[in-house]
């Protein structure tokens, strides 16, 4: 297992192994702005990558300033990458899919 930045991390990978989803942890940083130069000013590495589905998954936690900020790369992705798929799980989404799945330990 890769050393997550957060434990709800940790949980949905547990979950995706528990269900044989196949997921690649931080594979892809995004360009999101660049100054005249050309070097990066802004980017955004999500969390998951599931390359069965060809779609990215980024967990937050419950506290707002987070959640703003994510909120806006993710807005800021689709923009400058519209064909990127990708889906923001707050944590409490994480915990409620252990719950109904029956993953304990999840979040």
Same mark, same amino acid.
């Given at each position: ?25 931080? *594979?892809?940083? /995004?360009?999101? =702005?660049? +100054?005249?130069?050309?070097?990066? %000013?802004?980017?955004?590495? *999500?969390?998951? /990558?599931?390359? =069965?589905? +060809?779609?990215?998954?980024?967990? %937050?936690?419950?506290?707002? *300033? ?42």
């Amino acid at each position: 297992m890769p050393g997550f930045a957060h434990s709800s991390e940790a949980d949905l990978a547990e979950l995706l192994d528990a269900y044989g989803i196949s997921w690649e942890y931080e *594979p892809t940083t /995004f360009v999101l =702005d660049a +100054n005249e130069r050309g070097q990066t %000013t802004e980017a955004f590495t *999500p969390d998951f /990558f599931l390359p =069965d589905y +060809n779609a990215y998954l980024e967990v %937050t936690t419950l506290r707002q *300033p987070l959640v703003t900020r994510k909120n806006r790369k993710v807005r800021k992705l689709h923009e400058k990458h519209p064909d990127v798929r990708i889906k923001l799980l707050y944590r409490r989404d994480v915990e409620t899919l252990g719950a109904k799945y029956g993953i304990a330990d999840a979040a």
